[in-house]
């Protein structure tokens, strides 16, 4: 079985840190969310590593058959490679753009590609994504109103003390409009490696976590650990200027079921490894009253609120012990669906009331699919759900119950390869030719 790069990065990079550590755009779905939802998507784009990476293979962008009327639901109807492979493909815009360009990194390359979805059913590679003068290593992406893209960019050039990332912003073109570094004085010299981001344009503002993704050592060929300051960062959207940096409050160590894991990789024996709550923060999501959610990688949950203020706030909402991996959500109506990896579960935490998320439903998946990314199509109640692990090949979708927030596999994706429910990705023959099985990460829809 062959881990993804980014995810053996991912899961090393915490065991080795447990030993150091005891309003809305088209990128969004609205909590206000219509009774009736409205008309599925009719095409879902999956960003895909090839899975040997063999010579002549080619990583690429895959557009598959959403429409649950259609008779080919859930097949793929055409791919775009980008003429190499290796690239670690990660992170995309959550949803496809229906002008300009969408952004799609492969990270551990460093290296962003673009594509034109003109064309629905036919999305074109178009070119690389020009190098951020003085920055390297783009991961998440974001569509404004206005089409521009914001994107955070992990690590500096390595002029700087701490190697400090930054936000940039880019045209619909892909050319870059500006650039701020994420070096706060207050941190000075301090590891800040901004990772995701959300956008809130009623208050101006822009919020970015700190988490870094680890890369290999061209010179030792080893892993590089980093230990990233574990804050949230606030920007003004409007110049990117760089408003605060806050700490996350401490949350207790818990232990991890890091065991599994380990074996997953290696197959060797390990110890259960202590994590703080508040270690490795990643995702933020919009609340109804324009407060936002953070969940880190460890399962702690903290609200970041007043950001219109001189006093912008971080404050706990819970903490996890015991559950780790808790990974890319997306708001469905009322819930937040969050993917936990290393517990093979998906829940749905009822977030209407966004000082107390309440838990609603838990879905326990097959021990080989491990989930980690999930995307809701717009305006309905479906998400597509993407994995680590033994099934690392195959993409999910799910309906979730607009009152209960109860998941139910949409078994009729999929089916017409006979390989479903889901979209298998481990086959021989592409459109773009025979190059065997493929490794999906983001998986976004478009009309």
């Known amino acids: 079985?062959?881990?993804?790069?980014?995810?053996?990065?991912?899961?090393?990079?915490?065991?080795?840190?447990?030993?150091?550590?005891?309003?809305?755009?088209?990128?969004?779905?609205?909590?206000?969310?219509?009774?009736?939802?409205?008309?599925?998507?009719?095409?879902l784009y999956v960003w895909a590593g090839d899975a040997d990476a063999a010579e002549g293979d080619s990583d690429f962008l895959a557009v598959v058959d959403a429409d649950p009327?259609?008779?080919?639901?859930g097949s793929v109807l055409g791919t775009a490679p980008v003429g190499s492979a290796g690239n670690d493909p990660h992170h995309a815009k959550p949803i496809a753009p229906s002008d300009g360009l969408l952004f799609a990194n492969g990270f551990n390359a460093n290296r962003t590609f673009l594509f034109d979805l003109s064309s629905p059913n036919e999305p074109a590679f178009v070119r690389e994504l020009d190098k951020v003068p003085g920055f390297e290593y783009p991961h998440s992406f974001y569509r404004l109103e206005n089409s521009h893209v914001l994107a955070t960019i992990q690590r500096g050039d390595g002029s700087r003390p701490g190697d400090t990332g930054g936000l940039a912003e880019f045209d619909t073109d892909g050319?870059?409009?500006?650039?701020t570094s994420a070096a706060d004085p207050d941190f000075e010299g301090r590891m800040i490696r901004p990772y995701a981001l959300e956008v809130f344009p009623e208050v101006d503002r822009v919020l970015t976590t700190s988490m870094a993704m680890m890369l290999i050592d061209p010179e030792t060929g080893g892993y590089l650990f980093e230990s990233a300051e574990n804050v949230v960062q606030l920007w003004r959207l409007s110049d990117l200027s760089l408003l605060a940096t806050l700490t996350l409050p401490p949350l207790p160590p818990a232990e991890e079921p890091q065991c599994s894991v380990e074996h997953l990789i290696t197959g060797e024996d390990c110890t259960p490894s202590r994590i703080p709550g508040h270690d490795r923060p990643f995702e933020i999501r919009t609340l109804p009253d324009g407060s936002a959610i953070l969940n880190t990688v460890s399962c702690g949950f903290y609200r970041i609120h007043a950001m219109d203020t001189d006093g912008p706030r971080v404050d706990v909402l819970m903490n996890w012990p015991g559950t780790a991996g808790c990974s890319v959500p997306t708001i469905v109506g009322k819930f937040?669906?969050?993917?936990?990896?290393?517990?093979?579960?998906?829940?749905?935490?009822?977030?209407?009331?966004?000082?107390?998320?309440?838990e609603m439903a838990r879905l326990t998946l097959d021990e080989g699919f491990v989930p980690h990314w999930a995307q809701v199509d717009p305006g309905t109640y479906r998400v597509v759900v993407t994995g680590i692990g033994t099934d690392a090949g195959q993409v999910l979708m799910y309906w979730v119950d607009p009152d209960t927030g109860e998941l139910t596999l949409d078994e009729a994706f999929g089916q017409v390869d006979g390989l479903g429910p889901g979209l298998s990705m481990t086959r021989d023959e592409w459109p773009h030719g025979p190059t065997g099985p493929a490794l999906p990460h983001a998986a976004l829809f478009g009309r």
């Open 336 to 358: 937040e669906v969050l993917p936990i990896m290393f517990a093979n579960e998906i829940v749905t935490l009822d977030v209407s009331d966004p000082t107390r998320p309440v």
């Open 1 to 43: 079985m062959r881990i993804p790069l980014h995810v053996r990065l991912f899961i090393l990079s915490g065991l080795a840190l447990a030993l150091v550590s005891c309003g809305a755009t088209d990128d969004t779905a609205s909590l206000d969310a219509p009774d009736a939802p409205a008309t599925p998507s009719p095409y």
């Open 175 to 179: 050319a870059l409009v500006r650039v």
């Open 69 to 73: 009327e259609s008779p080919t639901y």
